[in-house]
């Protein structure tokens, strides 16, 4: 069965530090950047692992724990070990920057 993938957009609070990492691919080398969002719903919490690869990770060496970002792409799953593993890959992303309010005189 092939399954297409279902593109959304997410916003959320950046959980701990990013993470990069370098790997070979075809005789070349690929930067892949991890990080955890947590998204919040009334008095629930939902926390989503996203990777993102290529120059797009270039972007995030500017994000900082507490960042609001917004990210879109898919979600993918796979399995190991009997165990299931949901990641969110990530086709474009920003920084979304809080508007200072303006004091009235």
Same mark, same amino acid.
């Given at each position: 069965m092939n399954k297409k993938n279902e593109y959304i957009n997410i =916003? $959320? !609070?950046?959980? $701990? /530090?990013? &993470? &990069?990492l370098v790997f070979r691919n075809d005789d070349e080398d690929v930067s892949v950047c991890n990080f955890t969002l947590v998204k919040k719903y009334g008095d629930g919490? /939902? +926390?989503? =692992?996203?990777? #993102? +690869? $290529? *120059? *797009? @990770? /270039?972007? @995030?060496? /500017?994000? =900082? *724990?507490?960042?609001y970002i917004h990210v879109f792409g898919y979600f993918n799953q796979r399995v190991k070990d009997d165990k299931t593993y949901k990641n969110f890959? #990530?086709?474009?992303? !920003?920084k979304i920057e809080k508007k200072e309010k303006k004091e009235e005189k």
């Open positions: =916003n $959320g !609070n950046l959980v $701990g /530090e990013v &993470t &990069t919490k /939902e +926390y989503i =692992n996203c990777s #993102v +690869y $290529g *120059k *797009k @990770t /270039e972007i @995030t060496k /500017e994000f =900082n *724990k507490g960042d890959i #990530v086709k474009s992303l !920003n």
